[in-house]
């Protein structure tokens, strides 16, 4: 694949970087796009992208290091270059949700209207991202000797070279691009305010628990070789969201 899409001195572009900051900057501008139509300020819409782009990068990068904080603790430095890899999904999660709690309370919003603003373009931000991780290599599958198996030979990727491995970062873009297409259709038939980001979180869960699965990188476990720390997350999340969903189904019916 291609880490490195070019580096001009002491300057350079990370493929990774690049592709999930063209994620980020798509998923708010569509959703500022999307608040005209929902009669928010286009604005605030776009200022609220910028705290929760922030606290999904910090709390998914702290999160990855406190899993793995062995390899940090002899190399402390390193904590800050995220575009090695090492962000996991569900820790921006954990950091972004309070964050915008904070910020639509301060700007007196409705949290879960504005939920459902973001959803389906937050799906789709970290759909393009994967892509990021798939040209550094990192987040790679088990070896296979499957036909979809993906051979990295660049010597700056993260992943084994010379190896064909089950390019995981792919159906991980493949389940959030496929949830972005589930949440537009639905949109204009949801029952309650905060179905498409409950749905966004139930769906994703699933994905990723059989993802990881097929995970070759290290990442973490609960129970090792049994149980990583984003499945277990994952079920605590789809129960979570679920348990929202059927009350709030029930109560709207």
Avoid at 180 to 185: H, M, S, V, W
Avoid at 219 to 224: A, M
Avoid at 234 to 240: G, H, K, P, W
């Amino acid at each position: 694949m291609l880490p490195v899409l070019f580096k001009v001195g002491p300057l350079t572009l990370h493929t990774y970087g690049l592709l999930a900051a063209v994620g980020l900057f798509t998923g708010v501008f569509l959703a500022a796009r999307r608040a005209g139509h929902e009669g928010v300020d286009k604005d605030i819409v776009a200022d609220l992208g910028f705290y929760l782009v922030l606290a999904a990068i910090i709390g998914s990068r702290l999160l990855y290091v406190v899993v793995e904080y062995k390899t940090y603790l002899a190399e402390p430095l390193r904590i800050f270059k995220i575009w090695e890899g090492g962000l996991v999904f569900f820790g921006g999660v954990m950091a972004a949700v309070p964050t915008g709690w904070w910020f639509v309370r301060k700007h007196n919003l409705d949290f879960w209207k504005m939920a459902d603003i973001f959803a389906p373009y937050l799906a789709l931000a970290h759909a393009i991202g994967r892509l990021g991780c798939l040209a550094a290599g990192c987040c790679y599958g088990r070896p296979t000797d499957a036909w979809f198996g993906v051979v990295f030979t660049n010597p700056d990727s993260l992943a084994p070279l010379g190896v064909p491995l089950i390019p995981t970062q792919v159906f991980d873009s493949l389940n959030e691009f496929s949830i972005f297409l589930i949440l537009i259709a639905v949109r204009p038939y949801k029952k309650f305010q905060g179905q498409l980001l409950v749905m966004w979180l139930m769906l994703y869960s699933v994905g990723r628990f059989f993802i990881e699965i097929y995970r070759g990188d290290p990442r973490g476990w609960l129970i090792e070789g049994a149980l990583s720390t984003s499945q277990f997350i994952a079920i605590l999340t789809f129960i979570a969201a679920g348990v929202y969903f059927l009350k709030s189904w029930r109560k709207a019916k």
